[in-house]
């Protein structure tokens, strides 16, 4: 009976080998899954919503952001300001200067035989810029 058990297991033993040697080995290849390490462009969309979903933190400064904090009369002085300036960059090309005064700043053009000289000062704070484009 010894032997009998001792035949047996050489048998699975051969079999187990003959199998073990017929099977493949391939080499393990990294292929990144995030798009900025390589991956594919079009994993970017998931790996985001993924992101924002685990996102647990607030910023505090959003609602203020998004929310309009101006009134309605700061916001048309804002686009009155806005477009008297550019209707005096305007007049720049044809040759005129001019000026322009809000609650702020105090600006003045000039055009210069092609260069275009802009001061801006400050009201409240007396402060002076002067930006200078040459070849105008």
Not at 80 to 94: C, K, V
Not at 101 to 116: K, Q, R, S, V, Y
Request: net charge negative; aromatic share 6%.
């Amino acid at each position: 009976m010894k032997i009998k058990m001792t035949s047996t297991s050489l048998c699975l033993w051969l079999a187990a080998s003959c199998f073990a040697g017929s099977s493949q080995a391939t080499e393990l290849v990294y292929t990144p899954i995030n798009p900025t390490f390589g991956g594919s462009p079009l994993n970017g969309s998931f790996l985001l919503g993924s992101a924002q979903a685990q996102n647990k933190h607030k910023d505090p400064d959003l609602e203020s952001r998004t929310r309009s904090t101006q009134t309605a009369l700061e916001r048309f002085t804002s686009q009155l300001e806005s477009r008297l300036l550019s209707q005096l960059l305007t007049n720049i090309q044809d040759g005129n200067t001019g000026s322009l005064t809000t609650d702020a700043f105090m600006i003045d053009l000039e055009d210069d035989a092609g260069i275009l000289s802009i001061v801006i000062t400050d009201r409240v704070t007396g402060e002076v810029s002067e930006v200078v484009v040459n070849g105008l």
